[in-house]
């Protein structure tokens, strides 16, 4: 049976994972609507990753004979000015996501909840591989500027992107 701290955290890291899933989603459509659709393609995906991440968890918890509980997901903002400024708003929220995984392991540590310190080692490797995605399409924006062809180009090879399931 599973301590009730450590589940009430990993529940309520199922809701930041179903929000993320929410405002990619919101991004998606976003820019489906601005005509960029390799950029809509992109956080398509990453929609379809969050949900990924909420899942396992729910997974997870089921298994070590928890409550999955699901809470209502909050609201997301619907635009963006540019996609450098929706791009800069993914990174600063995978950056508090990664802060919320961290917290998570370091209580699963002060529980002494070795399953799942364990489980969490593969959303700790997950955050990293998120941040630097991002980061390195901001440093495209950042090369291309207001250039149309750059940002049409970029479009072009976000549209390539197709989801595969995470290991988790
Ligand atoms: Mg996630």
């Known amino acids: 049976m599973i301590n009730k701290k450590i589940e009430d955290a990993l529940n309520e890291q199922i809701n930041a994972e ?58 997301v903002p619907e635009t963006w000015e540019s996609p450098k400024d929706a791009f800069l708003a993914t990174l600063e929220h995978e950056q508090k996501v990664t802060a919320l995984i961290n917290n998570l392991y370091a209580l699963a540590e002060e529980e002494k909840d070795f399953a799942t310190r364990q489980k969490l080692n593969t959303f700790v490797a997950e955050q990293v591989e998120e941040e630097d995605n991002v980061r390195q399409i901001l440093d495209d924006l950042n090369l291309i500027g207001n250039d149309g062809t750059g940002l049409y180009q970029l479009d072009r090879e976000l549209g390539a992107r197709t989801f595969v399931a995470p290991t988790l």
């Not at 976003?30 to 729910?58: C, D, I, K, S, T």
């Open 18 to 75: 179903m929000w993320s899933a929410y405002l990619y989603l919101s991004m998606s459509l976003h820019f489906e609507h601005e005509g960029r659709p390799g950029m809509a393609n992109w956080y398509r995906v990453q929609f379809q990753e969050e949900q990924a991440h909420a899942l396992a968890l729910m997974d997870y918890l089921n298994a070590r004979d928890g409550k999955v509980v699901l809470a209502p997901i909050a609201a």
